[in-house]
Nanobody, 127 residues
Framework: VQLQASGEGLVQTGDSLRLSCAAS????????ISWFRQAPGKEREGVSC????????YYAESVEGRFTISRDNAKNTVYLQMNSLKPEDTAVYYC?????????????????????WGKGTLVTVPA
């Protein structure tokens, strides 16, 4: 099982960046996918999640309207399009997979519900 996040970057305030999360080793479309982030000295927090079929998505209030999550089940990949980036978006971003909510017409941004985690990718937006 592997979740590989990519798209690391150093960008300026107001710029955009797209992260990708490529999955392998499990039946991708059976799982909801979530993005989390962890800033230095802070706890990991949920950013966004998406249902199995790109039909449901949720966002943290801090990124609502700026970030968009999407998935391509044919490519076993989930994307996080991040626009209007701010210094407070600086963090290591992680993707994770959850099967518990896959058939409940919802998705979760709770770390303890995730079944699989990928290694993070760093996004830096200098102040």
């Amino acid at each position: 099982v592997q979740l590989q996040a990519s798209g690391e970057g150093l960008v300026q305030t107001g710029d955009s960046l797209r992260l990708s999360c490529a999955a392998s080793g499990f039946t991708f479309h059976y799982y909801t996918i979530s993005w989390f982030r962890q800033a230095p000295g802070k706890e990991r927090e949920g950013v966004s999640c998406i249902g199995r079929a790109d039909d449901i998505s949720y966002y943290a209030e801090s990124v609502e309207g700026r970030f968009t999550i999407s998935r391509d089940n044919a490519k076993n990949t989930v994307y996080l399009q991040m626009n209007s980036l701010k210094p407070e978006d600086t963090a290591v971003y992680y993707c994770a997979a959850d099967r518990k909510n896959a058939y409940r017409a919802t998705c979760s941004m709770r770390t303890y519900l995730m079944d699989y985690w990928g290694k993070g990718t760093l996004v830096t937006v200098p102040a």
